[in-house]
């Protein structure tokens, strides 16, 4: 059955009954005289067009558009699409191969399947996993001299903040830094304790301090103060009960989604989660448990990407998991001997797939576990040397490799960072960055660069020239500039000599000649008060002021004694007085005092010193 066209036509009036009207009047009528004027058109068609040019007419002395109103044509819709997608095939072809030819211009390595085109799956899979890494460049920031155990950079990659055993908290600003990579700010958040751990928040406007002492900080952007978490009481044995920590702190995290929640844990035996609205008391307490249901320590924590899980890592060697969502007395995921017992697990790292867990212990091994089946690690990369409690373990951002640090063994020379496949296991590339331990290690997904945090206080930072995007780059292009001095321009002087007293102006002089004139004035030189020796330019001294005046004053002398003569001279003229009547001391003792003899002066030469002493 064909179909039939759609037409977009005019409406047209029906003239049909209006002429079968005109023609039964017209029968009607009487024959007289005829009819007067123009003879009335009978056609339909005829008076359709009078119309449609007396319309098109009108419109075209109002709009000044021409042939307006004539009948539309009728258009088949199936022939028009039909016709663009052949169109629009073409074009898409013609852009593919175009695309093809420059690819392999610029690489006759690449190998092009059968699809037209490479799609975005197959350009990753032509890019090996070594040139994945940004190890092309480096640069180097000094912390300090000591090892920089903590390590965070904010989400949008503008700022780095480095800690140190050395207490010390090193703030970084990318966009203010110049080629010699100087921190703009560095302080001493928790006095002498070193620092632990460091993580911005989801939305980076502050900063998780967790260190060696049981109050955690939260600082601002630039480095000030927030809040401080409490201190628990430790003579009190629950756990549960004490509003906070009572020893040292292990490491700590912010919670992914949750702005206002972050999470602590501690020698203490337990986790606790805690709000920044109220600091002075956790909101939960966790309490790790070892196979015998005693408490164990733990050393490393972390939340799940979606923030539904918390996991740690305890001293006895097993990596517990709880639901977030629920509260905290029983574990969802528990693994015993998931690393060697009295060992810590310095890190816990979520893939961001959410498919796999990787944790690092100073057992020397990295072990690779996948979450759907956690019982045992699908594998495990052995003789890692560490000797640092914060020794890190993460993933690339495409979840393509896992990599750590590891430390320097006797007789090593070169700190290394090691990068596996984890489909295949194998190891993918070894960057040698320092002659010192490699503790921390950061692969920021936004800039695709590499923090890595050394023992002997540096802190590299690995990019690559082309697919690295600012951080690090911004600095490189910088140069250091010494500030120039500033030389003082004298104004011009405009002469007066008819100005007013108001607005006449001071003859200049030299600076030398102005310096000396500001020296004699008081109030421009600051110069403070002169001591007083006697009453002079308007200050008089404050009677009694001085020690001497004090004792002279209260000696009960009936006489005003003047403050400028010599004291000891004001006294001595009372010494014939005291003498012929004693009034002090004398007259007190007089009864019960004997009589003292004084040696006379008839005895001649010194006095023998054998001679023994009577009593």
């Given at each position: 059955?064909?179909?039939?066209?759609?037409?977009?036509?005019?409406?047209?009036?029906?003239?049909?009954?209006?002429?079968?009207?005109?023609?039964?009047?017209?029968?009607?009528?009487?024959?007289?005289?005829?009819?007067?004027?123009?003879?009335?058109?009978?056609?339909?068609?005829?008076?359709?067009?009078?119309?449609?040019?007396?319309e098109?007419?009108?419109?075209?002395?109002?709009?000044?558009?021409?042939?307006?109103?004539?009948?539309?044509?009728?258009?088949?819709?199936?022939?028009?699409?039909?016709?663009a997608?052949?169109?629009?095939?073409?074009?898409?072809?013609?852009?593919l191969?175009a695309e093809?030819?420059?690819?392999?211009?610029?690489?006759?390595?690449?190998?092009?399947?059968?699809?037209?085109?490479?799609?975005?799956?197959?350009?990753d899979?032509?890019?090996?996993?070594?040139?994945?890494?940004?190890?092309?460049?480096?640069?180097e920031?000094?912390?300090?001299?000591?090892?920089?155990?903590a390590?965070?950079?904010?989400?949008?990659g503008?700022?780095?903040?480095?800690?140190?055993?050395?207490?010390?908290?090193s703030?970084?600003?990318?966009?203010?830094?110049?080629?010699?990579?100087?921190?703009?700010?560095?302080?001493?958040?928790c006095?002498?304790h070193?620092?632990?751990?460091?993580?911005?928040?989801?939305t980076?406007?502050?900063?998780?301090?967790v260190?060696?002492?049981?109050?955690?900080?939260?600082?601002?952007?630039?480095?000030?103060?927030?809040?401080e978490?409490?201190?628990?009481?430790?003579?009190?044995?629950?756990?549960?009960?004490?509003?906070?920590?009572?020893?040292?702190l292990?490491?700590?995290?912010?919670?992914?989604?949750?702005?206002?929640?972050?999470?602590?844990?501690?020698?203490?035996?337990?986790?606790?989660?805690?709000?920044?609205?109220?600091?002075?008391?956790?909101?939960?307490?966790?309490k790790?448990?070892?196979?015998?249901?005693?408490?164990?320590?733990?050393?490393?924590?972390?939340?799940?990407?979606?923030?539904?899980?918390?996991?740690?890592?305890?001293?006895?060697?097993?990596?517990?998991?709880?639901?977030?969502?629920?509260?905290?007395?029983?574990?969802?995921?528990?693994?015993?001997?998931?690393?060697?017992?009295?060992?810590?697990?310095?890190?816990?790292?979520?893939?961001?797939?959410?498919?796999?867990?990787?944790?690092?212990?100073?057992?020397?091994?990295?072990?690779?576990?996948?979450?759907?089946?956690?019982?045992?690690?699908?594998?495990?990369?052995?003789?890692?040397?560490?000797?640092?409690?914060?020794?890190?373990?993460?993933?690339?951002?495409?979840?393509?490799?896992?990599?750590?640090?590891?430390?320097?063994q006797?007789?090593?020379?070169v700190?290394?960072?090691?990068?596996?496949?984890?489909k295949?296991?194998e190891?993918?590339?070894?960057?040698?960055?320092s002659?010192?331990?490699?503790?921390?290690?950061?692969?920021?997904?936004?800039?695709?660069q590499i923090?890595?945090?050394?023992?002997n206080?540096?802190?590299?930072?690995?990019?690559?020239?082309?697919?690295?995007?600012?951080?690090?780059?911004?600095?490189?292009?910088?140069?250091?500039?010494?500030?120039?001095?500033i030389?003082?321009?004298?104004?011009?002087?405009?002469?007066?000599?008819?100005?007013?007293?108001?607005?006449?102006?001071?003859?200049?002089?030299?600076?030398?000649?102005?310096?000396?004139?500001?020296?004699?004035?008081?109030?421009?030189?600051?110069?403070?008060?002169?001591?007083?020796?006697?009453?002079?330019?308007?200050?008089?001294?404050?009677?009694?002021?001085?020690?001497s005046?004090?004792?002279i004053?209260?000696?009960?002398?009936?006489k005003?004694?003047?403050?400028?003569?010599?004291?000891?001279?004001?006294?001595?003229?009372?010494?014939?007085?005291?003498?012929?009547?004693?009034?002090?001391?004398?007259?007190?003792?007089?009864?019960?005092?004997?009589k003292?003899?004084?040696?006379?002066?008839?005895?001649e030469?010194?006095?023998?010193?054998?001679?023994?002493?009577?009593?």
């Amino acid at each position: 059955m064909s179909k039939k066209p759609i037409s977009f036509g005019k409406i047209s009036l029906n003239f049909t009954k209006a002429k079968e009207f005109n023609d039964k009047n017209e029968k009607k009528s009487p024959a007289g005289f005829g009819t007067f004027g123009r003879t009335p058109i009978q056609e339909q068609k005829e008076i359709e067009e009078i119309a449609d040019d007396l319309e098109s007419q009108h419109v075209e002395q109002v709009m000044g558009i021409k042939n307006f109103g004539k009948k539309a044509k009728n258009f088949n819709l199936d022939e028009l699409v039909e016709q663009a997608k052949k169109t629009a095939q073409e074009a898409n072809k013609k852009r593919l191969e175009a695309e093809l030819n420059a690819d392999r211009n610029s690489s006759s390595d690449d190998q092009v399947g059968n699809t037209i085109g490479p799609t975005l799956a197959n350009v990753d899979e032509e890019i090996s996993l070594v040139n994945r890494i940004p190890n092309t460049h480096e640069v180097e920031m000094h912390h300090g001299s000591k090892a920089v155990i903590a390590l965070a950079a904010d989400p949008s990659g503008a700022r780095l903040a480095t800690g140190s055993i050395d207490y010390d908290v090193s703030f970084w600003d990318f966009a203010g830094m110049d080629s010699s990579m100087r921190s703009f700010r560095t302080l001493q958040p928790c006095e002498n304790h070193p620092i632990k751990a460091l993580q911005y928040s989801a939305t980076g406007d502050s900063i998780l301090v967790v260190s060696g002492s049981a109050q955690a900080k939260v600082l601002d952007r630039d480095g000030f103060e927030v809040l401080e978490c409490v201190k628990g009481d430790q003579y009190i044995t629950d756990m549960a009960k004490t509003k906070g920590h009572t020893a040292s702190l292990n490491s700590g995290c912010w919670h992914p989604h949750i702005r206002e929640e972050f999470m602590t844990c501690s020698q203490d035996g337990t986790l606790r989660l805690w709000l920044t609205e109220n600091p002075k008391q956790q909101k939960s307490v966790i309490k790790p448990r070892q196979q015998g249901g005693l408490k164990t320590n733990p050393t490393a924590c972390t939340f799940s990407r979606d923030g539904n899980t918390v996991a740690c890592g305890c001293f006895d060697g097993s990596i517990q998991m709880w639901d977030h969502r629920k509260n905290f007395v029983n574990t969802t995921t528990l693994l015993r001997d998931a690393h060697q017992k009295q060992t810590e697990i310095t890190s816990i790292a979520y893939s961001y797939l959410r498919q796999h867990l990787a944790t690092r212990s100073n057992d020397d091994t990295l072990k690779l576990w996948d979450l759907r089946n956690f019982k045992k690690p699908i594998k495990v990369f052995a003789d890692l040397f560490s000797r640092y409690e914060q020794t890190d373990c993460a993933f690339s951002p495409d979840d393509s490799m896992v990599f750590t640090g590891e430390s320097l063994q006797r007789g090593q020379e070169v700190g290394k960072l090691i990068f596996w496949d984890t489909k295949t296991f194998e190891q993918v590339n070894t960057i040698e960055v320092s002659s010192s331990h490699v503790i921390k290690a950061m692969w920021h997904p936004k800039l695709n660069q590499i923090f890595v945090g050394c023992g002997n206080g540096v802190v590299k930072c690995y990019y690559d020239k082309k697919r690295s995007l600012r951080g690090a780059k911004l600095c490189i292009i910088k140069t250091h500039r010494k500030k120039d001095t500033i030389e003082v321009v004298s104004t011009q002087q405009i002469i007066t000599p008819h100005a007013l007293p108001l607005f006449r102006q001071e003859k200049l002089r030299t600076s030398k000649k102005k310096m000396e004139k500001e020296r004699l004035d008081p109030v421009k030189s600051h110069r403070p008060d002169l001591p007083i020796t006697s009453g002079q330019g308007g200050r008089v001294a404050a009677s009694g002021s001085t020690l001497s005046s004090f004792v002279i004053r209260n000696l009960g002398l009936s006489k005003r004694v003047n403050d400028e003569q010599d004291p000891r001279e004001a006294i001595l003229k009372y010494a014939k007085d005291a003498e012929e009547n004693p009034f002090w001391v004398a007259p007190a003792y007089k009864k019960t005092q004997p009589k003292p003899i004084f040696q006379g002066s008839d005895e001649e030469g010194p006095s023998d010193p054998k001679k023994s002493k009577t009593s």
